[in-house]
């Protein structure tokens, strides 16, 4: 589950959540801020992640404005 949050921290990131595993990664750089996911579940987030970049940075934006956010495509 990949999640933003209205009110948080820079840089711009987003939350993943993966079984047990939770996550924060940066969104222009794919780099890991916080916690750790599983090899494999790690690689999907930063496929989904490069596929989507423009998507979240306009999310993180939406947020930052107390704007509603939208829903981002999964990973397919």
Known sequence: V??????DHRP???HVRYGD???II???SGRLLGGGLPPRAGQLVEEWRTLHVAELEE????????RP???IA???
């Open 26 to 28: 940066e969104i222009v």
């Open 2 to 7: 990949v999640s933003m949050y209205y009110s």
């Open 59 to 66: 999310d993180w934006e939406l947020a930052e404005s107390r």
């Open 21 to 23: 595993h939770e996550a």
């Open 69 to 71: 956010m939208r829903k």
């Open 12 to 14: 711009p990131h987003f």
């Open 74 to 76: 999964p990973l397919e």
